[in-house]
């Protein structure tokens, strides 16, 4: 752990369920590779998590079954440690490419700006070479200009110990935001190309692994399924997916079971399975020196653990302790970041937040929420171009752009990225009717299919309970995270606040018991009203609905300057479209050149939350 990072509390655990073939799956760790230095559950560091890996690969050889560890992208974009050095990721693509990773693909994070991409195919591909899997997704070279898959399209191998032959495939999500540097082909075409299709017809294969930057409960991963499913109707397939931010385990049928662990550091996934055929080894009895049979099931089992990303729980699953856990790698990894963290400067102050301020933890709007701080605090007062003078204006954000709470206490560097890590700037369309204005902010809040691609969301709701599935989704569950609490085995009053997940599995699948947190769902986008004429409801915006005709007053102003932060333009352009006006990008232009909502956030902190 970072030698600043609160010390782990104990806690009662559940130990992990080893089997035949295990794994450790990380997702969406968006640069939090420092660990959270704020919270203990989550205070282990990269470095930690190679001593994990090192050590449970010890064990894994001492009883002879097999350990692979998985990757499913959105590394970066996140945290002072990728966002804050010059050029962004000049630390973490190294300190990342540290951990010995089996196999591994890309995120939409990874494609948004064509640098990143770019990064991802002279650095990172290499590093992994062999285990970095791009099914679905195509560069341009930069040096050639010509289009090439950024990675191999799959990878087959056969495990070390049991001697399991597992063929690897790793997809994205139908994503659409990249740059144009990358191409992603959609899942269902990429699963009827020649490739795909030859590759499900090997009969030695023992098992499927289908990685992927993609929801449990999506279409894209039901066609894979599907696809492979109508080729190889009894070989099991293990499914790793991320990008929703959740703690989730999906059941596609007897023999295929999908595991995503969460985000930002906070969980590392264990996934076991158990009765696999072993078509690699001469013979599959007691291929474990400890004497283990594990003998090809007709009904193999399969299990899964959410481990909470800090040292106790690292030293009760390896039945280490601080001594005998770290190892060599696993420390210099560590001391790596720390001097990353302090070349970047992160813990330099900005200001002390006064009180805790939540995404997901309290209802929008309410006092400690995130949101309304932003909403009637920071914007009414940093949003203003001095070339508009005094215009009434409007501004709309997607809460997506905003990816984590601030904690009481001191306001950072790493806490402006952890915040708002983005580089979007401003623009706007002035002399919008406010007639037509008003009523935008319902229109994007709308889960409109017919707007809105269901893969393209602008919603980001972490780690909500509420499964953000489009219900036309055949593997749709409309309550795959129940917010019922599970029952702990001890008083709720003698835990600590944590995941308490429900998922296929039923409640047992968190590595730590836990007292139960709420998550509340928060809308698409908020608005801030600024400079309105006093007699109106001003900077206080309704929440989430339009302005009540009976809340309007004559001094209505009849026209505003309608700002956003450009990530949204294609969707305000659309909803204003839908609204019977006919915008065009060209109406469109910069406002408050140079700023970013990042920018607002980190002055305002300085101008208004002093340190005592
Ligand atoms: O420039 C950007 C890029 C992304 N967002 C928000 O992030 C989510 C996607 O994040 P995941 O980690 O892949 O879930 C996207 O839907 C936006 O809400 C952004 O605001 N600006
Ligand atoms: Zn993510
Ligand atoms: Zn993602």
């Known amino acids: 752990a970072q030698p600043s990072a609160a010390p782990p509390l104990s806690a009662p655990l559940r130990d992990l369920p080893w089997g035949q073939l295990n794994f450790l799956h990380t997702t969406d760790t968006h640069g939090w590779h420092a660990g959270h230095l704020q919270e203990p559950s989550f205070s282990a560091d990269w470095g930690d998590y190679i001593s994990f890996a090192e050590r449970l690969h010890e064990r894994a050889d001492d009883e002879g079954v097999d350990l692979l560890l998985v990757d499913t992208g959105d590394r970066i974009e996140g945290n002072g440690l990728y966002d804050a050095s010059d050029p962004k990721g000049k630390y973490t693509l190294d300190i990342f490419a540290e951990q010995d990773i089996d196999v591994l693909c890309s995120g939409n994070h990874e494609l948004y700006k064509s640098n990143s991409s770019e990064a991802e195919y002279s650095v990172t591909v290499p590093k992994f070479a062999g285990n970095y899997i791009a099914s679905n997704l ?12 950024l990675a191999q399209r799959y990878k087959k191998f056969t495990t070390k110990n049991q001697g399991i032959r597992v063929l690897a495939f790793g997809f994205l999500f139908d994503f659409t935001g990249n740059a144009n540097n990358t191409v992603v082909q959609k899942v269902e075409d990429a699963i009827k190309e020649k490739w795909f299709q030859q590759a499900i017809r090997d009969r030695e294969v023992d098992l499927f692994l289908v990685i992927g930057h993609i929801l449990l409960r999506s279409i894209e991963f039901a066609s894979i399924f599907h696809a492979i499913r109508e080729q190889n109707w009894d070989i099991p397939i293990q499914i790793f997916g991320g990008h929703t931010h959740i703690r989730d385990y999906a059941k596609y049928d007897s023999k295929a079971y999908a595991l995503e662990s969460g985000r930002y550091m906070e969980t590392i996934g264990f996934m076991s399975i158990t009765g696999l055929s072993t078509g690699g080894k001469e013979t599959t009895i007691s291929n474990a020196p400890s004497g283990r049979d594990f003998k090809p099931s007709a009904s193999p089992s399969f299990s899964r653990r959410y481990i909470d990303n800090n040292l106790f729980s690292f030293y009760h699953h390896t039945s280490l302790n601080e001594t005998t856990f770290p190892t060599i790698h696993g420390r210099n990894v560590s001391s790596m970041i720390s001097s990353a963290r302090k070349k970047l400067d992160l813990d330099k102050q900005f200001g002390c937040a006064p009180k805790d301020y939540w995404t997901n933890r309290v209802p929008y709007p309410s006092e400690q929420s995130i949101f309304t701080w932003l909403q009637d605090e920071v914007l009414p007062s940093k949003i203003h171009d001095p070339s508009r003078g005094d215009t009434p204006r409007m501004l709309i954000t997607n809460t997506g752009a905003v990816r984590f709470d601030i904690f009481k206490g001191p306001f950072t560097v790493d806490t402006t990225y952890t915040v708002s890590p983005f580089t979007n700037g401003f623009r706007y369309i002035k002399d919008v009717p406010f007639s037509v204005a008003k009523r935008l902010l319902q229109i994007l809040n709308q889960e409109v299919p017919q707007l809105w691609p269901a893969s393209q969301s602008l919603a980001y709701v972490s780690p909500a309970p509420l499964g953000q599935t489009h219900p036309s989704n055949p593997l749709y569950n409309p309550h795959p995270h129940a917010q019922t609490p599970l029952t702990p085995l001890k ?12 998922d296929d599995a039923g409640t047992d699948g968190d590595d730590t018991i836990h007292a139960p947190i709420t998550f509340y769902r928060v809308p698409n986008c908020i608005e801030s009203r600024i400079a ?22 004559e001094e209505d102003p009849t026209a505003i300057d309608l700002i956003y932060v450009d990530f949204i333009e294609s969707y305000i352009l659309l909803a204003l479209k839908f609204l019977g006006t006919d915008y065009e990008e060209r109406d469109t232009a910069v406002y408050m050149r140079g700023e970013t909502l990042t920018s607002v956030i980190a002055e305002w902190v300085g101008e208004n939350w002093g340190c005592e």
């Open 138 to 149: 195509d560069i341009f070279d930069p040096k050639t200009g010509e289009q090439r898959p």
């Open 491 to 502: 008083e709720d009053k003698d835990l600590t606040p944590g995941y308490t997940t429900t």
């Open 532 to 553: 309105f004429p006093p007699t109106t409801s001003s900077s206080k915006t309704e929440t989430n609905t339009q302005t009540p005709t009976s809340m309007q007053s």
